[in-house]
Structures are given as structure tokens and as C-alpha cells.
């Protein structure tokens, strides 16, 4: 038998080991992508504050700090590794965000890059914790996809997701997206284990553990009650009541433990620094007594809640977003429909849908094994509940908020070499056109996976003309622009940025133009002349968060003389 016939024949005779050894490639292959992206870019909008509140909960036990927002483990994820590495400076005294006179936010910047240990060392051992938490979600990927259909399944399923260009862009990034995306699935993975007859105390205990450490990574993670209660009426159907209710209520009461665990038992802790919360910034909503009385009676951590309250009221406010020349401070119900469809490589896509229809005419149609299909509902069902719920809030400003439901979609995409099609030899050469197109589409995007679209609007060179901010243009290409102003002999440009950072800290010497945060140096925009090097990043060029949206309109009209990184546009005149 010839090599070219013996590789066909490995792979559909393969068991769990071999199937293991593969996928080991693949992740191998994965940390070598993730932590070469995460060397080559420059600090997001959100990782200084994710850094300095994870390290000041790590080191002093502050929850207080930034709670808004996020909970204390997904930002504990990323400040893990420099408060195990490093003895940073610290300075307890930084007032919270939201309080009198907040410092927070631009300590957080002086923290990352004026500290005992040089910026760039400081954020990559952060977004080296994030592509650990990756790892963790290859692995039970491809145990869900292996138990659900094999080995050929699940080496596909790591497949995808390895080089899945948003997985990793989040991967490389030291934010809560990728850890929610983990934690989620993983408590899915637990929960589906648990309604089976098999599911026992184990199974109840490490589902606490993953859906406390989802619940306190990011409160989207609240959308697993939807997951629970259908676990326990399956459990109930397949067990009884007895067991059922005893093993659910051990899992609740320990998930509720450990979320006091992670916050130390405390009900909020002090420091030199604290500030209380300040709970009136919410106004008087139909919430307001349940959050009273929670609080009054100090059933959760105060900072926990605090978060809740925050997101809940920021998700119907809505945020200023930009959609395909369109603006609104209200989002769009369409908004992440369409940022899936333009977002993610074709081939997943067309496989995607390709499972769901085999398994759902399995299911109903009884074309199959109607079992195997009733367990990819466990797969299917919350992906579409996690998107349709995040598609009716109104905060719309990057594809990173529905990051939860791609590692469903990938195990689903596991069960195409198992499905029984007509035509093997047809289906096997879409398979490997399939295949082949997702990894070459994987490969010319590095290692600007933030910035990726897909061949229906033409590739990441349109993308600017669809969405912006994270999903485009998060303030990571400075990297770039420092190494265009060397190659091109460029002392100093004059550049609109989008980011949280000063670009001094990357070595550019820069005049100011209207920008969303950037420090102001030298003239101001009335002064500056149309002649020399401009650098704009693309959601300044949109406008998204200027008073005048059409400042930019005339660049918007010339041909930029080079794209860096998909989003700063460079222009010379």
C-alpha cells in the first residue's frame, strides 16, 4: 500500500490515541499562532484595565476597582502570570472607576508601561494566561466532539478551532472573551454530562466549578439558567425527582460557595484606596429593590452584584456603533447576524449549516440516528439562545460578545465525516476543498486575526467599510506603524489613533489629531497643514466616536499608500 492510499485509510481507522496525537499538533500549532500574535501587537483598548484590576484582586485582594462591568476571575486569568513572575509596582491608593477624581483608567496605562518590568514583558505573560484558557478549550472540544462522533469528528472539530482567526484574536488578547467562551462551553459540556443517567456526583461537582468560574469571568455567563433548568428536566426524566433534586441542589449550593470563594468571603473589601459603590448611578428601575435587598441581607459579593446592575443597565442603554455606514447609539437587532456572516471563514459557515440540516432531518424526519441528532441539540440550542439574546440588547460593537457559541459550531461541524451521504467520493473532495480553503484563509490573515473578513465583502480590505472597534480596529497595530516610520524614514506622522494607549510607549513621535482618547501633543487640529505623512486608524476614519462623524470624509476619498495591519490607513500628500 502507497503512502497516498495509507493516509485515507489512517484517518478513518484511527482510535482515541491517534486521534490525541493529531490533535496534540494542533495544539502545538495553535500556542505557536496565539503567542506569536500576542508578541506582535500592541495593548488593546480593555487589557490595561483587565491587568490592573486582575493584579490589584490577585495581590491585595481589591474587588472594588473597576466592577462595572466585568467580575474578578476572567481579569485574575490575565494578571495570574505577571503577579506570579513579576514584583510590579503597585499603588494601592488608585481610585476606582466611576469614583470622584478616578484615576483607574489611565493608572492602568502607567501601570502596564512605567513599571519595574518593561510593558511589553508585562503584557505578554497576561495574554499568555488567555492562551492557556485556550488550550483548556481545545481539549474539551475535542472531547465533546470525540464522545459525540468520533475520533475523524473531533480531530476536525480542534481543527477548526485552532485555527478559528477569532478564537485566535481573543486567545492573544489578555481580555474576558476567551475565558467566558471556555467556561461557557465547558459548563454546556458538564451540564449535557449531567443529564444523562451516567451524570453523578462528580459531574455535579465540576460543573459547579465551571459555571461558578463562567459566572464570575463575565456576566453574559448569566445565560446558562436557560442550560440548567433543561439539564435538570431531562435528569428528572431520566432519573426521577430524588436523584435529580439532590444532585442539582449540590450543584447549586456549591456554585453559589464558590462564587463567594472567589471573592474571598468578603462582602467587599477595603483598602487604601476604597471607595463605596456608587449604586445610585443607576437611577430607579424595577431592579432596584431585588439589588436592596440582596444587598441589605449581603447574599452576594457587593462588587458581583454591583456588575450585574451594570450590565443589565449598559445592555438597554446601548453604546455608539457603526454598521455598514450606518450609526446609532441603540445598536441594531441585525448587527450580529451580519457580523457572523462577514466575520467568520466561508467554510465553516457552509459546514455549519451542512451539519445542522443532516442532524435536524436525523431528528424529524427520522433519516437516522434520531439519538445522536437529540444530543447535537445540546450543541445547537445554546448557541442560538446565547445569540439571539445577545442580538436583542443594544450594545453592538464587536463579534468578541457572541465568541461563546463558535466552539458549539465547531463540534457540530465534527459530525460532518460521519454524516451518510450518497456520493463519498463527491462529499470527501468537498471535504478537502473545504479544508484547504479554511487554512489558507487562516494563513493570509496572519497575524492580524482581529482584522479578518471573509470573501463576501471581497476580505479584510473592505472591512472598514462594514464594522470597526473590536472588531477591526482595537488600537493593536502600533507595532506596525513604528516599523513603517523606520522603513520609510519618518521622524514624525501625523496620526488619529483608536486605542488605549499613548503611542510614545512604542517609540512614535506623533502630532495630534482628533482621536478617542489620545493624548494631545503639539498643535491641535486647526493648525495642521495637509502636506506630509497622516496615519488614521480605520474607526477614526468612520467617525464612530467624534462629535463630527465626516471630519475624516476627504481621506476616506484618497487611496491610502499602505494598510497596516488592516487597520491604520497611512496617507502621504
Not at 266 to 289: E, I, Q, V
Request: net charge positive; charged share 15%.
Amino acid at each position: 500500500m502507497t503512502l497516498k492510499e495509507r493516509i485515507p485509510v489512517f484517518f478513518q481507522n484511527m482510535n482515541f490515541i491517534q486521534a490525541g496525537v493529531c490533535a496534540l499538533f494542533m495544539v502545538a500549532l495553535f500556542c505557536v499562532l496565539a503567542s506569536t500574535i500576542a508578541k506582535d501587537k500592541s495593548n488593546t483598548w480593555d487589557e490595561s484595565a483587565h491587568i490592573l484590576a486582575g493584579y490589584a484582586y490577585i495581590t491585595e485582594g481589591m474587588d472594588y476597582l473597576s466592577p462595572l462591568n466585568h467580575p474578578v476571575t476572567g481579569r485574575s486569568v490575565s494578571a495570574a502570570l505577571p503577579a506570579l513572575l513579576y514584583d510590579l509596582d503597585f499603588d494601592n491608593t488608585v481610585k476606582p472607576e466611576g469614583a470622584p477624581d478616578s484615576n483607574f483608567f489611565q493608572y492602568s496605562l502607567k501601570f502596564l508601561f512605567e513599571n519595574s518590568v518593561p510593558g511589553t514583558r508585562i503584557l505578554f505573560s497576561a495574554r499568555a494566561g488567555n492562551i492557556a484558557v485556550g488550550v483548556l478549550l481545545l481539549f474539551f472540544v475535542f472531547l465533546w466532539s470525540y464522545r459525540l462522533w468520533g475520533a475523524q469528528g473531533a480531530l476536525l472539530s480542534v481543527f477548526f478551532t485552532a485555527l478559528s482567526p477569532n478564537i485566535l484574536a481573543h486567545s492573544s488578547l489578555a481580555t474576558t472573551d476567551l475565558p467566558i467562551t471556555a467556561f461557557f462551553f465547558i459548563s454546556t459540556y458538564f451540564l449535557y454530562l449531567l443529564s444523562t443517567e451516567k451524570g453523578g456526583l462528580v459531574t455535579a461537582l465540576l460543573a459547579a466549578l465551571f459555571i461558578s468560574l463562567a459566572l464570575t469571568t463575565k456576566h453574559s455567563a448569566l445565560f446558562l439558567a436557560p442550560v440548567l433548568i433543561l439539564s435538570f428536566i431531562i435528569k428528572y426524566k431520566n432519573n426521577g425527582m430524588k436523584k435529580s433534586a439532590s444532585l442539582f441542589a449540590l450543584l447549586l449550593i456549591s456554585t453559589y460557595l464558590l462564587i463567594w470563594a472567589f471573592y474571598g468571603f468578603r462582602f467587599h473589601s477595603g483598602g487604601a484606596g476604597y471607595t463605596g459603590l456608587n449604586w445610585a448611578r443607576f437611577g430607579s428601575s424595577p431592579l432596584t429593590p431585588v439589588y436592596d435587598f440582596i444587598r441589605s441581607y449581603k447574599l452576594l459579593p457587593e462588587s458581583y452584584l454591583f456588575g450585574i446592575a451594570g450590565v443589565l443597565s449598559g445592555a438597554s442603554s446601548g453604546r455608539a456603533a457603526f454598521l455598514m455606514g450606518e450609526y446609532s447609539g441603540n445598536g441594531w437587532w441585525r448587527y450580529f447576524t451580519i457580523a457572523f456572516l462577514i466575520k467568520t471563514p466561508i467554510p465553516t459557515i457552509l459546514f455549519f449549516i451542512t451539519s445542522v440540516l443532516y442532524l435536524l432531518r436525523e431528528k424529524f424526519l427520522r433519516l437516522g440516528d434520531s439519538r445522536r441528532a437529540s444530543k447535537a441539540l445540546w450543541l445547537f440550542l445554546p448557541a442560538l439562545m446565547f445569540f439571539i439574546l445577545l442580538s436583542s440588547q443594544n450594545v453592538n460593537i464587536g463579534l468578541r460578545h457572541i465568541l461563546p457559541i463558535y466552539p458549539f459550531i465547531f463540534v457540530l461541524i465534527g459530525s460532518v465525516p460521519s454524516l451518510k451521504i450518497d456520493s463519498k467520493r463527491v462529499a470527501k473532495r468537498i471535504l478537502v476543498v473545504g479544508l484547504v480553503w479554511y487554512a489558507v484563509s487562516a494563513a493570509s490573515i496572519f497575524p492580524n486575526q482581529l482584522a479578518y473578513f471573509n470573501e463576501f465583502i471581497g476580505g479584510p480590505d473592505n472591512g472598514y467599510k462594514y464594522l470597526v472597534d473590536s472588531n477591526l480596529d482595537w488600537g493593536q497595530d502600533l507595532p506596525a506603524l513604528k516599523d513603517f516610520m523606520e522603513e520609510n524614514s519618518i521622524d514624525k506622522i501625523k496620526l488619529s489613533y483608536f486605542g488605549f494607549s499613548d503611542p510614545r510607549y512604542y517609540g512614535i513621535d506623533y502630532e495630534y489629531l482628533p482621536s478617542y482618547y489620545m493624548p494631545r501633543t503639539g498643535k491641535t487640529d486647526k493648525d495642521i497643514e495637509l502636506k506630509g505623512w497622516f496615519a488614521i486608524s480605520a474607526t477614526m476614519l468612520q467617525g464612530v466616536y467624534l462629535q463630527r462623524r465626516n471630519l475624516y470624509q476627504f481621506f476616506k476619498t484618497q487611496k491610502p499608500v499602505a494598510v497596516l495591519g488592516h487597520s491604520i490607513f497611512i496617507y502621504r500628500f
